[in-house]
């Protein structure tokens, strides 16, 4: 069975330029989650979704970031303008419907925003 | 809002003795879970342990075990007969709850085995 996979695994642009980020989930997992780590800090939430529908985007920065799963499948994450701050690794987990939800992570996308 | 502090940056011990890694959290939940969530070098994110808040017995995954202090809101996960590939970025995370809630992590602890 394919793990998590996300896509590009490293992105360098420049400060003003959109950059969008790529994660398919475990074929079947409903939930699919974003989180960021920014460089000595915590790993953080993102949003959350069931399906195609966001659950929880409590995490999003702003609305710079867009976050959306066409069709339930897999998700893409849109940084439009990148600013420096937004410089990090962006991980993708998925997990199924039904408990104990544990999650799966993929192996990140490093955003280096010059 | 929930918070998770991981004391120890760092933590180096040697191929074959224990280490214990230190995370608390802050809740005011009752009905929760914790998480410890192993990153080696250019590797995904694995689950290593988890424990339910209602469960009194701390949960055991071979030489991976937890101390589960809930009155404390500590955490810890010991790492027995430490092995070179126990090298690793060590993750403490919280869920509220049975859903499908986002988690909640702690900065995250990197562990060193020496051989």
């Known amino acids: 069975e394919a793990g998590v996979t996300q896509f590009p695994s490293h992105s360098v642009i420049e400060k003003g330029q959109t950059v969008t980020l790529r994660c398919d989930p475990i074929?079947?997992?409903?939930?699919l989650y974003w989180y960021r780590r920014v460089m000595g800090k915590e790993i953080k939430f993102l949003l959350h979704?069931?399906?195609?529908?966001?659950?929880?985007e409590s995490g999003m920065p702003n609305n710079r970031f867009l976050a959306e799963r066409t069709g339930g499948t897999y998700s893409t994450l849109k940084v439009q303008p990148a600013e420096l701050e937004d410089s990090g690794v962006y991980f993708c987990?998925?997990?199924?419907?039904?408990?104990?939800?544990?999650?799966?992570f993929g192996p990140g996308t490093r955003l280096t925003v010059t | 809002a929930q918070t998770v502090t991981q004391s120890q940056p760092e933590m180096s011990v040697q191929e074959a003795e224990t280490v214990t890694l230190s995370c608390t959290y802050d809740t005011s939940e009752s009905d929760y879970y914790l998480f410890w969530y192993k990153q080696p070098p250019s590797r995904q994110m694995i689950l290593v342990i988890r424990?339910?808040?209602?469960?009194?017995q701390n949960a055991t995954e071979n030489r991976f075990s937890v101390n589960f202090q809930k009155a404390a809101k500590s955490f810890s996960l010991k790492i027995s007969d430490s092995q070179l590939g126990d090298a690793a970025m060590y993750f403490c995370a919280y869920r509220s709850g049975g859903g499908a809630d986002g988690l909640t992590f702690g900065k995250g602890t990197h562990l060193i085995i020496q051989p």
């Open positions: 987990a998925s997990s199924q419907e039904i408990g104990p939800y544990e999650q799966y």
């Open positions: 424990q339910e808040a209602y469960k009194q």
């Open positions: 979704f069931v399906k195609e529908s966001k659950q929880d």
């Open positions: 074929s079947g997992h409903d939930n």
